[in-house]
């Protein structure tokens, strides 16, 4: 693991960089306007723009990096990010908010392809998994870091964006001055909505209602902090635990995943949340540690769901549409996290803040009851089932692409159908798949100049 660090430690700096700057620009938002005192429907339309940019990113983000190469794909997005987040203190005119939130969650998204790609060029086929968790856990620690900046600065003027920009001008670095050779032009496989719905309704259900949560969660629950009167350095504490919390049950629950049924361990989760949220959901005012340990304790199980929702449909989806689920459940997440914000964010105007925690109690009890594991039968489970657990990070912090890391995922569907040419230009001047291809050079779009192959990969 340390060489795997050691290696990728670039890209995986730049990761970190990138969620630190996403992850508090999210809380910044939602207490600027609890601050002076806008509607929570607001707060929750602007984490709802964010998704739909991550979404939107996820369609055209291949086509942007086929087109001029990784390299200035990703120093462009990081550039016009940068500008979008400094804008959002330029304007206080909050409609003008929501599209520069879409520029952000467009840009990151392009980021986040750009550096699965590397990543999967690089690893070698029996390092993806540790690969995997090393991009996983510096996504999650750039979530907490970036709230533990609210401890430290309390404060929510206009030093704040800057930090955040800063983040996103450093998360430049380490991409805009590699010597390695850039990746081939990864690009996500065709979704089959129609099969997977009929294959798999039972974990799609699961990964819409983990977006409904979720979402609702990174929008919303500084605004439900704030209101029960806790601080700035306070609200950063809480969801800087809650986002640990995310991180820390990842490994036990790939435990009980390769050991139990996962049917039976989304429904038990699914209660678990709906109970452990009742305290939140029905209380208005809640004391300060009661408020820290029950949401510590619904965080453990609400970032449970995503990743079991995953390893539950793979048992039931062949090898060669494994790239394509992924696909299929990352935007299906993404329309969840989409919807989510708003419709809580309507519940908290018209009926308080803790109808935000009602609102994950309600969705976990439809899961609870949408999800019947007698229902699963053997008919559609591939031969290989159960497969191996594998700690996902969810689209906040990863694109389609990622399903090139998923040591699930046979290297070689990846390579047929993620690297297949998308375009005429694609076709004619491919871009190289390996560093032996000398027959000729072909020219990097980065650099303008031929590329050499002389360097080793770590």
Not at 31 to 45: E, K, M, T, Y
Not at 180 to 202: G, N
Not at 286 to 313: N, T, W
Not at 367 to 375: C, D, E, F, G, T
Request: aromatic share 10%; net charge negative; proline share 6%.
């Amino acid at each position: 693991m340390r060489q795997i660090w050691k290696s990728f430690r670039a890209l995986y700096f730049a990761s970190l960089m990138m969620l630190i700057g996403s992850g508090l620009l999210s809380t910044y938002l939602a207490l600027r306007l609890a601050a002076d005192h806008v509607d929570s429907l607001w707060v929750g339309a602007l984490m709802a723009a964010n998704y739909f940019g991550l979404v939107l990113g996820g369609k055209i983000g291949h086509r942007l990096i086929a087109r001029v190469g990784h390299i200035r794909a990703y120093s462009a997005c990081a550039g016009i990010v940068g500008a979008a987040v400094l804008g959002h203190g330029l304007v206080d005119w909050l409609p003008a908010w929501l599209f520069l939130r879409v520029i952000v969650g467009l840009g990151m998204m392009c980021q986040y392809m750009v550096i699965e790609s590397w990543l999967n060029e690089q690893a070698d086929a029996n390092q993806r998994g540790l690969v995997f968790s090393g991009y996983m856990i510096a996504s999650y620690l750039g979530l907490v870091l970036g709230q533990l900046i609210l401890v430290m600065h309390p404060g929510l003027g206009l030093e704040l964006l800057m930090l955040v920009a800063l983040c996103f001008a450093l998360c430049l670095v380490p991409v805009a001055l590699t010597r390695r050779i850039h990746p081939a032009a990864l690009h996500p496989a065709p979704m089959e909505p129609r099969f997977f719905i009929k294959r798999v309704p039972q974990s799609l259900s699961t990964v819409l209602g983990a977006g409904l949560i979720i979402g609702s969660f990174y929008g919303l629950a500084p605004l439900y902090a704030s209101q029960q009167g806790l601080t700035t350095e306070q609200v950063g504490l809480f969801m800087g635990s809650c986002i640990f919390a995310g991180l820390l049950v990842q490994w036990p629950l790939g435990w009980l995943s390769d050991r139990y049924d996962r049917a039976l361990l989304i429904r038990c989760f699914a209660m678990f949340l709906a109970v452990a949220a009742l305290p939140l959901a029905i209380l208005p005012k809640v004391p300060l540690e009661v408020l820290f340990v029950i949401g510590f304790l619904c965080s453990l199980v609400q970032f449970c769901l995503y990743p079991l929702a995953v390893a539950f449909s793979n048992d039931h989806v062949e090898g060669d549409r494994r790239v394509s689920l992924t696909a299929m459940l990352l935007v299906t997440y993404g329309v969840g996290a989409s919807i989510g914000p708003l419709a809580a964010g309507v519940l908290m105007k018209l009926f308080g803040s803790q109808s935000l925690y009602a609102f994950f109690s309600f969705f976990a009890l439809v899961l609870v009851w949408r999800i019947r594991p007698k229902a699963v039968t053997n008919l559609h489970q591939v031969d290989d089932a159960p497969l191996h657990h594998v700690a996902m990070p969810d689209s906040m912090s990863s694109s389609p692409l990622v399903a090139a890391l998923d040591p699930r995922v046979d290297e070689h569907v990846v390579q047929e159908q993620m690297q297949s040419p998308i375009n005429p230009e694609s076709e004619s001047e491919p871009e190289p798949t390996s560093e032996t291809d000398q027959s000729p050079p072909p020219e990097d779009p980065d650099t303008g100049r031929e590329q050499s192959f002389t360097e080793a990969r770590p």
